[in-house]
């Protein structure tokens, strides 16, 4: 019994990884940011739907979309979309967007079925999923890849840490090293934005172009470091982490700025 348990934890080790976006830290955060930039009448139209105060709802749910992946195998492609790093990054919805099955045709189809006069538990599930997919677009490996499943084939270590895929990497490590308080990293991220920047971010409406600027940054950043060799020291987490922090405010007020039209 005990060989037996023991070989079923390796195997575990051998088994392909889902590719998830942000870790519940790094969603939770999003969906604070976003609550704290919430109109009055969005405000009040999202604690309708979720049945509560709008930013504790909507922390909530902000991971749901990835808890119910084993249920409904037919929203994991939902999750991304893959701009090959190595060809033209501009979002080309037949070649990267077949059947409309990711992240960009997703999030278009949510924000119509809450614009449209559908069944409130219709408009609350298309809510839910659009508070954790408007944070896995931002994570660079949901929008940039590099013929290697987002990340998902790419070793990296923290100096002489256990390796570990690129992707769960970024997933993670970049945002535990901001703090492991969700809230408390919202409000920091929050206070740190100036009116207008809050404002610009919150008008950046184009989910093709939030794709696009993650693509972007796995092009830029995240990948020349595993061309140096995949070894991340500490200097290199705290740069990381900055992008995160970065994306996760992106993240956030965008969402912010989607849910205050759609609620107008």
Not at 64 to 77: H, L, V
Not at 117 to 144: C, N, T, V, W, Y
Request: aromatic fraction near 6%.
């Amino acid at each position: 019994m005990r060989f037996r348990r023991q070989a079923l934890v390796f195997l575990c080790f051998l088994l392909p990884v889902p590719a998830f976006a942000w870790g519940p830290e790094g969603h939770e955060v999003v969906a604070h940011l976003a609550a704290m930039n919430l109109t009055p009448k969005a405000r009040t139209q999202v604690a309708a739907l979720l049945g509560g105060e709008a930013e504790a709802s909507m922390a909530i749910v902000a991971n749901w979309a990835d808890e119910i992946r084993d249920a409904r195998p037919e929203t994991s492609s939902w999750h991304f979309v893959n701009l090959e790093i190595d060809g033209d990054l501009r979002y080309r919805p037949a070649r990267d967007c077949p059947g409309d099955n990711c992240v960009v045709a997703q999030i278009a189809r949510d924000e119509a079925i809450l614009k449209s006069r559908a069944p409130a538990a219709s408009r609350a599930e298309a809510l839910k999923f659009l508070i954790h997919f408007a944070g896995d677009i931002r994570q660079p490996l949901h929008g940039g890849d590099n013929h290697d499943q987002g990340g998902n084939e790419v070793q990296v270590a923290i100096g002489r840490g256990r390796p570990m895929t690129l992707h769960r990497f970024w997933d993670t490590e970049t945002v535990s090293a901001l703090g492991r308080d969700p809230i408390l990293l919202a409000g920091a991220i929050n206070r740190a934005a100036s009116p207008e920047q809050k404002r610009a971010l919150m008008a950046v409406s184009s989910p093709a172009g939030w794709a696009e600027d993650s693509a972007a940054i796995a092009k830029t950043t995240v990948y020349p470091q595993v061309a140096r060799g995949g070894m991340i020291d500490g200097r290199a987490l705290a740069d990381d982490a900055k992008v995160a922090r970065q994306q996760l405010a992106k993240a956030g007020y965008a969402l912010a700025g989607l849910l205050n039209r759609i609620f107008q």
